[in-house]
């Protein structure tokens, strides 16, 4: 177990300032949600550097990264145009209520060649559910910039974990490059990481009462 951390609501409040409202269905508990930070996996978080912490007002999660880069090029190796990082999260709800993944807040820094393309997709899913959110957002080439996300579940989609069960909530991100058209002398990537090297990953919660 990486670490254990609580919050009142994952998030309730955007980056870009929306109303706490517009993300979830009735009013967040009182009482805490404590999360246990299962695991931490992938080609894109190796050897634990996606690092966990909680907000100073214990309402948001925040992921950071120090080596998630996806790319191509005459330096790259043949599976580096693909890097995820899956997190499995124990999520204790307070009595009375469930929750589902209304979105989440994603940046980074993309460099693509002309012709180049690449994209992010997250995936949400409960343990043992069938049912997964996926979004996926695409980039093409010329780009050499930050870019920013905010994945937003519609309400008709949102998948509510089961009153009174407990399962774990994975949340897999992943980021693709390929050289398309571009020169294959020429280096593409995508990082989900800011220029100074931290990436606050916001997670937004829907509440709803059992």
């Given at each position: ?11 309730i409040?955007?980056?870009g300032g ?5 993300w ?5 508990p009182l009482?805490?949600?404590v999360?246990?930070v ?11 550097t996606a ?10 999660f ?7 880069v996806?790319?191509v ?8 145009f693909r890097?995820?990082?899956q997190?499995a999260?124990d ?5 009375g209520?469930t929750?589902?993944?209304a ?12 012709g180049?393309?690449?994209s992010e997709?997250a995936?949400y ?14 980039f ?6 930050d870019?920013?996300?905010t ?11 089961p009153c009174g069960?407990q399962?774990?909530?994975n949340?897999?991100t ?10 294959r002398k ?8 800011s220029?100074d ?14």
């Amino acid at each position: 177990m990486l670490s254990t951390i609580t919050a009142g609501a994952l998030l309730i409040s955007t980056l870009g300032g929306t109303p706490a409202a517009a993300w979830h269905g009735a009013p967040p508990p009182l009482d805490k949600m404590v999360i246990d930070v299962v695991t931490a996996n992938g080609s894109g978080c190796p050897d634990k550097t996606a690092k966990v912490t909680v907000s100073p007002d214990n309402t948001a999660f925040t992921v950071t990264y120090s080596d998630f880069v996806a790319q191509v090029g005459p330096d790259a190796t043949p599976t580096d145009f693909r890097k995820n990082c899956q997190l499995a999260l124990d999520v204790h709800v307070p009595q009375g209520y469930t929750y589902a993944v209304a979105g989440a807040d994603y940046r980074g820094f993309g460099h693509l060649e002309t012709g180049a393309t690449g994209s992010e997709t997250a995936f949400y899913y409960f343990q043992g559910e069938t049912h997964t959110t996926r979004i996926k957002h695409d980039f093409r080439g010329w780009m050499d910039t930050d870019w920013q996300h905010t994945d937003r579940v519609e309400v008709s989609s949102l998948s509510y974990l089961p009153c009174g069960e407990q399962r774990y909530l994975n949340v897999n991100t992943e980021l693709r490059v390929s050289a398309g058209t571009s020169s294959r002398k020429t280096t593409s990537f995508l990082t989900m990481d800011s220029s100074d090297a931290s990436l606050d990953t916001v997670y937004h919660v829907a509440w709803l009462k059992c």
